[in-house]
């Protein structure tokens, strides 16, 4: 089993200038493990490596759909899987960056055999979801996967259409799936950003939120609903955290004031959940923020090691 780096960690923690900061130094190609970061179109909202940094060193997984795909942890694992293999081939090193824990987990513990995403169903859940309510399909969760259902909240739209999607695909409960977990193919050597000082983790996250405002956010999520009138709140990539605030602003929902402070709330509640992950993790801490250039030469000492490699 081939052992891959990675560096992960809650939002607005440095994950991407430490990154480039190695790529400056060491042959790396960056595997974005972003679940934001895949859409087309969406740059600013998700702190997208502009293309400045990009040339930088290749990246990987970013602009791969459009915000009407789907992309799931088993895709994820499919494409990384396949592009360290490749990036190895070139004498390179694949670098996995990013803060989807979902993708992690599955990445390092194991694919359960859950089917991909069928449009066709989705779309048909949907409609049931507009016609009769949220109410009426959890009714039919409950019936046909208790287990599942008992985990989920009952408002939970996604996670309720995901279960039933995978039921009427498979004929076989989520639950009962879920518990034939697939072996992991990589050994991922990962080290994890964790800040010490969360009020300075906040307040990095208030100001980037605004950045992005300063930067034209609104006008980008104003052009995605032009380009793609299809596109509603109900699609995966809606659910990318700001975009669902700055869709309701824009749609007349909430005024700007508002907009602001739900955003920057739901940024914040974003790392509170990834530092909940990480912390299960038992991976090495740094705190970039901190001495970001001791991390910066500690990881590039591991590297190094690592691969027994001199690197010019």
């Known amino acids: 089993m081939k052992s891959i780096f990675a560096i992960i960690g809650a939002t607005a923690t440095g994950k991407t200038a430490l990154a480039l900061a190695l790529a400056k130094r060491l042959p790396i190609?960056?595997?974005s493990m972003d679940s934001a970061l895949i859409y087309q179109g969406m740059d600013i909202g998700t702190a997208k490596p502009d293309k400045i940094e990009q040339s930088i060193c290749p990246h990987?997984?970013?602009?791969?759909?459009?915000p009407l795909q789907t992309y799931s942890a088993a895709d994820f694992v499919e494409d990384c899987?396949?592009?360290c293999d490749e990036i190895q081939s070139r004498g390179h090193i694949p670098l996995i960056v990013g803060g989807t824990m979902m993708y992690f987990?599955?990445?390092?513990?194991?694919?359960n055999n859950l089917p991909s995403a069928d449009e066709q169903v989705r779309s048909l859940l949907q409609e049931e979801k507009r016609c009769y309510g949220l109410n009426h399909l959890y009714r039919e969760l409950q019936k046909i996967d208790p287990a599942t259902a008992n985990k989920l909240d009952c408002h939970d739209?996604?996670?309720?259409?995901?279960?039933l999607e995978v039921f009427r695909i498979t004929g076989i409960p989520m639950s009962e799936l879920l518990s034939q977990q697939q072996m992991p193919r990589l050994n991922v050597q990962a080290f994890g950003l964790m800040p010490n000082n969360r009020k300075q983790l906040h307040l990095t996250i208030e100001q980037r939120f605004y950045e992005m405002i300063k930067?034209?956010?609104?006008?980008?999520?104003r052009h995605l609903k032009q380009t793609y009138p299809d596109l509603t709140l109900d699609y995966p990539s809606m659910r990318c955290v700001g975009y669902r605030q700055a869709w309701q602003h824009l749609s007349g929902e909430i005024d700007l004031k508002t907009f602001i402070q739900q955003g920057i709330v739901a940024t914040r509640q974003l790392a509170k959940r990834q530092i909940t992950?990480?912390?299960?993790?038992?991976?090495p801490m740094y705190d970039y923020s901190q001495n970001?250039?001791?991390?910066?030469?500690?990881?590039?000492i591991k590297i190094k090691q690592f691969y027994k490699k001199k690197f010019s």
């Not at 990987?60 to 459009?66: A, F, G, M, N, S």
């Not at 739209?157 to 279960?163: G, H, K, P, T, V």
């Not at 930067?215 to 999520?221: A, N, Q, R, S, T």
Request: proline share 0%; no cysteine; aromatic share 8%.
């Open 81 to 83: 899987t396949k592009l």
């Open 277 to 283: 992950w990480l912390r299960s993790f038992q991976i």
């Open 292 to 300: 970001s250039q001791a991390v910066i030469d500690d990881l590039y």
């Open 105 to 111: 987990r599955s990445l390092t513990q194991g694919l």
């Open 60 to 66: 990987h997984l970013i602009d791969i759909k459009t």
């Open 29 to 31: 190609e960056i595997i």
């Open 215 to 221: 930067k034209g956010f609104l006008d980008e999520v």
């Open 157 to 163: 739209s996604q996670r309720i259409e995901r279960a």
